[in-house]
């Protein structure tokens, strides 16, 4: 395993920075990172700061800074220090400058301004939570989007995901036993999609829940026949209604929405 020391530089809240360096980090199975997260870095007095971090804890940098005189600072003292300080908006900042023919406004944090989609995402997020596990289905029709699966098949955070990207989600469950809701079948607006898993990773995923929770698993939760049911009652129903389905065993999250967010397009 190789350790070593990950500076994240900011100007704003550090997400975007922090975004980029975990999707490439995560092609690295054998490196093993100490991450110093620096944000609302924008004048010389924060980024001695972080010099004296880097300093101490020499590693390589990435940094998202729009403001030239705080960036060259940095990516000075970086080369005094000898380690490696990347830039993880400029290239993309230089090649919009030259096709556009126009300078950015180099003001940091822009992408975080109060506007319309920010109370949209909000908006969305308060629907989620409004309307998770079966909850408030007497306005469904204001859905977006409306998850439908069995327990455990990831409905709460893919909603929780998409309410971050301004779609207002709902989910329901599918439980032996338990009806639907009937405005579920009468929905005309939203896309209903059905999610599953498959049955014996179902059975494992169900497991580490009662565990982490402490409770016994003498019960029908992780039984691998009932689940086996649950699982090919889902599959009848959706098929029944001709419900979109997403099998998830094998998918993040991220890729569960991005699925779904293509079938509304």
Partial sequence: MKEFHLHLVSDATGETVQSVARACLVQFEAAQPTEHIWTLVRDKRQVEEVIQGLEQNPGIV????????????????????????????????????????TEGQARPGRQHVLDSEY????????????????????????????????????????????????????????????DLPNELFALKSPLIVG????????????????????????TDYVDPEIIAEEVNLAKRLFAQHSWPVIDISRRSIEETAATIIKMRS
């Fill in 62 to 101: 990435l940094f998202t800074m729009v403001n030239a005189e705080i960036r060259t600072k940095l990516q000075a003292e970086c080369r005094r220090l000898k380690i490696p300080c990347v830039s993880v908006l400029q290239p993309v900042m230089a090649a919009l400058t030259s096709y556009l023919q």
């Fill in 195 to 218: 999610l599953t898993n498959d049955a014996r990773i179902l059975l494992q995923v169900r497991r580490n829940r009662l565990r982490m929770l402490n409770e016994n698993d003498d």
């Fill in 119 to 178: 109370y949209e995402r909000i908006t969305a997020m308060d629907y989620a939570m409004t309307h998770d596990d079966g909850q408030a289905v007497w306005n469904l029709e204001a859905a977006d989007v409306v998850l439908i699966g069995v327990s455990r098949t990831s409905k709460t955070p893919t909603c929780i995901y998409l309410a971050n990207r301004g779609i207002k989600a709902a989910n329901i469950p599918i439980i032996l036993g338990v």
